[in-house]
């Protein structure tokens, strides 16, 4: 079945670092891939999203490519802020369709914590 | 402004007791999910609905119950029958057209079981 797979964290940066989560999803169908965001106690927000390979979503700073070859969305920034700590979460649609459509699949999220 | 609302913010629940959290949506979206999240968890689905009077079990649905009868509500009722119930609850919506339809994310509910 569908499925994506984070890199365990927690993560820990220092500002102004380079930040890299891997994110690897199952290579079934042709999956659209999505970055959530959750801060403290709040729902989750859209990152970024790419519906096809090679596309590259991008948004305040954060980018990610669709990477067919590798099944892989890793998201990078290329220098992270105190504000930029939060749990991150890759998600794929479903493969499968009738009424498994609009349906996503989560990875297990990763807690990014960003010291001054 | 469009969004989506869920009520109440934090819940408490006796145990052997029902409690119905609220999901409200006004984006027109046809599609409605309910997700539970537990600390150090990913999300996991609980019920999905796509269209009025019409709704899906997701992955853990034993224990919950919910119900469509407006495009822009989708309450999900945690039952006695829900062992574990103490979780953070997340409602979501899009237009579920097999493409790459954002899911657009209400503030959750924390649910604690007394």
């Known amino acids: 079945g569908d499925s994506v797979t984070q890199m365990e964290g927690p993560v820990t940066l220092s500002e102004e670092a380079f930040l890299t989560i891997n994110c690897t999803y199952t290579?079934?169908?042709?999956?659209?891939l999505f970055w959530y965001v959750q801060y403290p106690g709040e729902g989750l927000q859209l990152l970024l999203k790419?519906?096809?390979?090679?596309d590259k979503g991008s948004n305040k700073g954060f980018e990610a490519t669709y990477r067919k070859e590798t099944t892989s969305f890793h998201l990078e920034k290329g220098s992270v802020q105190v504000s930029d700590s939060a749990v991150y979460f890759c998600?794929?649609?479903?493969?499968?369709?009738?009424?498994?459509?609009?349906?996503?699949?989560f990875g297990q999220g990763t807690i990014l914590t960003v010291h001054p | 402004d469009g969004g989506i609302t869920q009520s109440p913010k934090y819940l408490f629940r006796k145990e052997g007791q029902n409690v119905t959290l609220s999901c409200e949506q006004n984006?027109?979206?046809?599609?409605m999910y309910w997700y539970r999240q537990d600390p150090g968890q990913g999300l996991r689905l609980i019920y999905y609905?796509?269209?009025?009077?019409?709704?899906q079990k997701g992955d853990i649905a034993e224990g919950y119950s919910v119900s469509r009868e407006k495009k822009e509500s989708f309450p999900l009722t945690v039952t006695s029958a829900q062992k574990n119930p103490t979780a953070f609850y997340l409602c979501?919506?899009?237009?579920?057209?097999?493409?790459?339809?954002?899911?657009?994310f209400g503030p959750g509910t924390r649910l604690t079981v007394l």
């Open positions: 998600a794929r649609t479903s493969n499968a369709g009738g009424t498994s459509y609009g349906k996503l699949t």
């Open positions: 290579a079934t169908g042709y999956p659209s």
């Open positions: 790419a519906t096809k390979a090679d």
């Open positions: 984006l027109n979206h046809d599609a």
């Open positions: 609905s796509q269209i009025v009077n019409d709704f």
């Open positions: 979501a919506s899009n237009f579920p057209n097999g493409g790459a339809d954002t899911q657009y």
